[in-house]
């Protein structure tokens, strides 16, 4: 019922930037809050950002003045604005979302299947 795209990972040397986006659909789905995260090889999943319905962010020291977490107008889809992008951003990352979803609203998290961002020269 509910579907999270993600999009805008790729290859980008060391000092660029990319943007992801991370895109909820289904109309019975209330967003509460939304976040990144990534895993790299060989490590746990890790929080990179994460935004409250009240718009209150908060970030990984390691992404802490890079990135950039927004929501859109109609509160449906997420932006993570990467700059000065570093090897050890390399990771997939994932997209995550928790609300209400109708009829009966009850809670619920949902997880996007991830999007590839690799950072080398």
């Known amino acids: 019922q509910v579907q999270l795209v993600e999009s805008g990972g790729g290859l980008v040397q060391p000092g660029g930037s990319l943007r992801l986006s991370c895109a909820v659909s289904g109309s019975e789905f209330a967003i509460n809050a939304m976040g990144w995260y990534r895993q790299a090889p060989g490590k746990q999943r890790e929080l990179v950002a994460t935004i409250t319905s009240g718009g209150s962010t908060n970030y990984a020291d390691s992404v802490k003045g890079r990135f950039t977490l927004s929501r859109d107008n109609a509160e449906n889809t997420m932006y993570l604005q990467m700059n000065s992008l570093k090897p050890e951003d390399t990771a997939v990352y994932y997209c995550?979302?928790?609300?209400?979803?109708?009829?009966?609203?009850?809670?619920?998290?949902?997880w996007g299947q991830g999007t590839q961002v690799t950072v080398s020269s």
């Open positions: 995550n979302v928790d609300g209400w979803v109708g009829p009966n609203w009850y809670k619920e998290d949902y």
